[in-house]
C-alpha cells in the first residue's frame, strides 16, 4: 500500500494499482472552498488518466462529517474567477460531471455529515453507502437563500424522483442513513460497525473484475442516467446569483454569527439551525 500525502484535504491512498481509496481530511468540519478545488481536481484528473485504477472510495478522516458545505469566508471572486475545466463548466459542476463519466467505479462511504457539496460529491459517485447511525445528508442551501450549485436538481430528481427530490431541496431538513436508504438517496444503509467491511469487500470484489468490462458496462448506464452538463451548468449559475442576494447574505450572516464554520453544534446540527433563521 502506498500513499499520496501531496494532497492535504484529499489524500489518495492506493491500496492497490486497480483500487484506491480517497480519504478527505479537512477539520474540523470538511468544509469546502476554493483551496478545495485544484486539490479534488487533481484526484479526478488521476482517476480519468491512470490506466490500471478500476474503482475508488471516497471516505472521510474528520469525525461526524463527511464533507460539508462551501466555506463563506473568502471572497467570493476567488471562486468566481477560477477559470472552467475541460468540459467548459466552472471547476465545482466540470469536476463532478467529469467524475460520473471518469472510466472508474466511484463510492462513497459516507459516515458523518454529507451536506451541500457533501451530498453532490456522492450524488456525483456511482454508488452511495451511509451509517445508519451516524450519516446525515442535506442539500442545506435553501435554508440560506440560496440555490445548491453542484448539481442536485438533476441528479437527485433522477436518483428518487420529483416529489422526493423536492422534499428534500425545498425542506433542506437532514435525511439520516435509514431514511436515505429507504429514498434511494444511498444504495443501502448498514450498521456503522459493517459499513467499512461491506464497502471494502464490494470494491475489492469490483477491483478483480476486468477493467475494460466494467467501463463498458458503466458507459451504458451513463448514456441513460447521467444528465447532459448543459442542463448542470444552469444550477452552478444560480447558485452564484442565489450568494449576492441581500436575502442570502442576511441569513449567511446571522449563521455566521450563530457559530457557522467555527462551532460544531451549529455545523453537527446544520439543518436545525436553518430552520430556526425566518421564524
Known amino acids: 500500500m502506498t500513499n499520496d500525502s501531496s494532497n492535504q484535504q484529499f489524500r489518495i491512498e492506493r491500496r492497490s494499482q486497480a483500487y484506491w481509496r480517497v480519504i478527505i481530511d479537512n477539520p474540523p468540519f470538511n468544509i469546502f472552498g476554493p483551496d478545495s478545488m485544484p486539490q479534488l481536481n ?13 474503482v475508488v472510495v ?23 474567477s477560477m477559470p472552467p475545466g475541460p468540459t467548459g463548466m466552472p471547476p465545482l459542476p466540470d469536476m463532478l460531471s467529469r467524475l ?4 472508474v467505479v466511484s463510492i462513497a462511504s459516507i459516515r458523518g455529515r454529507a451536506t451541500g457539496v457533501g451530498s453532490e460529491l456522492a450524488l456525483a459517485s456511482d454508488m452511495r453507502f451511509a451509517s445508519r447511525e451516524k450519516a446525515l445528508l442535506s442539500q442545506w442551501e435553501v435554508g440560506a437563500a440560496l440555490v445548491p450549485g453542484g448539481g442536485p436538481m438533476n441528479r437527485l430528481s433522477r436518483l428518487i424522483g420529483r416529489g422526493r427530490a423536492l422534499e428534500v431541496l425545498l425542506s433542506g431538513n437532514d ?7 429507504r429514498y434511494g438517496y444511498v444504495n443501502r444503509a448498514f450498521a456503522d460497525s459493517e459499513l467499512d467491511a461491506f464497502v471494502d ?12 468490462a466494467l467501463v463498458a458496462i458503466k458507459r451504458q448506464v451513463n448514456a441513460v442516467t447521467l444528465p447532459p452538463d448543459k442542463d448542470v451548468a444552469p444550477e452552478w449559475d444560480a447558485f452564484i446569483a442565489s450568494v449576492g442576494r441581500p436575502q442570502a447574505q442576511e441569513r449567511i450572516a446571522q449563521l ?9 453544534d451549529v455545523e453537527a446540527r446544520l439543518g436545525y439551525y436553518t430552520g430556526t433563521l425566518g421564524r
Open 58 to 80: 471516497f471516505e472521510s478522516a474528520v469525525p461526524d462529517f463527511f464533507l460539508t458545505h462551501y466555506d463563506f469566508v473568502p471572497p467570493l471572486q476567488e471562486t468566481t
Open 100 to 103: 460520473g463519466r471518469a472510466p
Open 42 to 54: 487533481a484526484v479526478v484528473t488521476a482517476l480519468e488518466t491512470d490506466p490500471e485504477v478500476k
Open 256 to 264: 455566521m454569527q450563530l457559530g457557522l464554520q467555527k462551532n460544531h
Open 175 to 181: 435525511i439520516d442513513g435509514e431514511l436515505a436508504e
Open 201 to 212: 469487500g464490494l470494491a475489492s470484489r469490483i477491483a478483480s473484475f476486468d477493467r475494460e
